[in-house]
């Protein structure tokens, strides 16, 4: 069973900076797309991003682009999500996520495998 670990929230003021990181041990995550999600109290879980197993495609959510980034080091079996520009309606537990399937999606129930969830804080 592939186990998902997420690290690196917290509370940051507007417009500062996180990075998440996910990874996963006993499992290579390189044959698999990666997801970032994120839910907030009250809401439904919402895509923010997601990244090829290659690295070399990228997709994000209108809400987050320009100011979030996927990255993958597979060499470290480690996706990591840049966080840039905070604002307070980014907080939310952000759970990374993974796909056998090639496709990106923003879907979540295209992923097979989800991580516990850290949770991120925007306030001042």
């Known amino acids: 069973q592939l186990q998902l670990v997420e690290s690196g929230g917290g509370l940051v003021q507007p417009g500062g900076s996180l990075r998440l990181s996910c990874t996963a041990s006993?499992?290579?995550?390189?044959?698999?797309?990666i997801g970032w999600f994120r839910q907030a109290p009250g809401k439904e879980r919402e895509g923010v991003s997601c990244i090829s197993s290659g690295g070399g495609s990228t997709k994000y959510a209108d809400s987050v682009k320009g100011r979030f980034t996927i990255s993958r080091d597979n060499s470290r079996n480690t996706v990591f999500l840049q966080m840039d520009s905070l604002k307070p309606e980014d907080t939310a537990v952000y759970y990374c996520a993974a796909k056998s399937s090639w496709y990106l999606s923003l879907s979540s129930p295209n992923y097979d495998y989800w991580g516990q969830g850290t949770q991120v804080t925007v306030s001042s």
């Open positions: 006993e499992f290579s995550l390189d044959r698999h797309v």
